[in-house]
């Protein structure tokens, strides 16, 4: 009991002890957004997210508190924390949708997923292409497709086209790749799969060239004569100078 008793009091010095020390205790809102401020601009990043906190908790409303908000999701991020920065952005477009820098969260979220997937050309380059989720790119996708559909006159939304356009090709490759890993392995019906939703998801990408190619190849080596020729057909009308090189069943077809 007496032990007990001499643990909670400790406890409660210790507690007292960190009251003494919070330099903020008496600050008001714009004191505190000013030293995090400091902090974020000197890259303290960690220092910066704790007065972020403390500025939300005791002045929870108000234009410092949404400054706040978005803010520390920005510290958060190139603090890696990566999950919370996600989180508070989601949290801001959330409560402030009409609010005058709420295309600057959404370009945020795109900037943390596109990087969090960062390298995106990892994800094309790994060795098994089924072993990686495409969520964080597709993520940032989406995000950057909001900023641009929602405030096409934001001054973020050229780099959001940008991003986009590098997210298009970068996921068409990856679902290509894909569907090549698996025609390698005989696997036709799932490359067919494959190269069908880059072809529908992403008509205007490089890759639906190898796309097509996958689809003549897996085509033939099913036998399905009729589903090859067309997409032999629908190849050559759109890239002339593309062959693809066949096994014995399609031999009259041009090498590639």
């Known amino acids: ?13 210790a507690g007292c002890a960190s009251d003494a020390f919070d330099e903020t205790k008496n600050w008001g809102p714009e004191r505190i957004y000013s030293a995090a401020r400091e902090e974020l601009e000197s890259r303290n990043y960690q220092k910066a ?3 972020y906190e403390k500025l939300e908790a005791r002045y929870p409303y108000g234009r410092y508190a949404q400054m706040a908000q978005i803010e520390s999701a920005y510290a958060y991020w190139k603090d890696n924390e990566v999950a919370q920065a996600l989180a508070a952005c989601d949290r801001f477009i959330k409560m402030h949708p009409d609010h005058p820098n709420v295309d600057y969260a959404y370009y945020l979220k795109g900037r943390i997923n596109f990087n969090d997937d960062m390298g995106i050309m990892g994800y094309i380059t790994v060795k098994d292409m089924t072993e990686r989720d495409p969520r964080a790119a597709q993520d940032a996708f ?11 006159q934001s001054r973020y939304a050229p780099d959001a086209h ?13 679902e290509v790749n894909v569907a090549e890993y698996y025609l390698r392995r005989g696997a036709y019906v799932a490359a067919v799969n494959r190269a069908q939703y880059a072809l529908t998801n992403y008509p205007r990408a490089p890759a639906i060239e190898r796309a097509l ?15 090859r020729d067309d997409a032999n057909r629908t190849l050559n009308a759109n890239f002339p100078a593309t062959t693809v090189k066949l096994g014995q069943r399609g ?4 090498f590639w």
């Open 1 to 13: 009991m007496k032990r007990s008793l001499a643990i909670l009091a400790l406890l409660l010095v």
């Open 49 to 51: 997210v704790g007065y």
């Open 142 to 152: 989406d995000a950057f497709r909001e900023l641009v559909t929602r405030f096409p």
């Open 162 to 174: 940008a991003r986009m356009s590098y997210l298009v090709n970068a996921l068409a490759s990856a």
């Open 213 to 227: 190619a996958v689809l003549v190849k897996a085509y033939d080596g099913m036998g399905l004569n009729d589903l």
């Open 251 to 254: 031999k009259w077809w041009k």
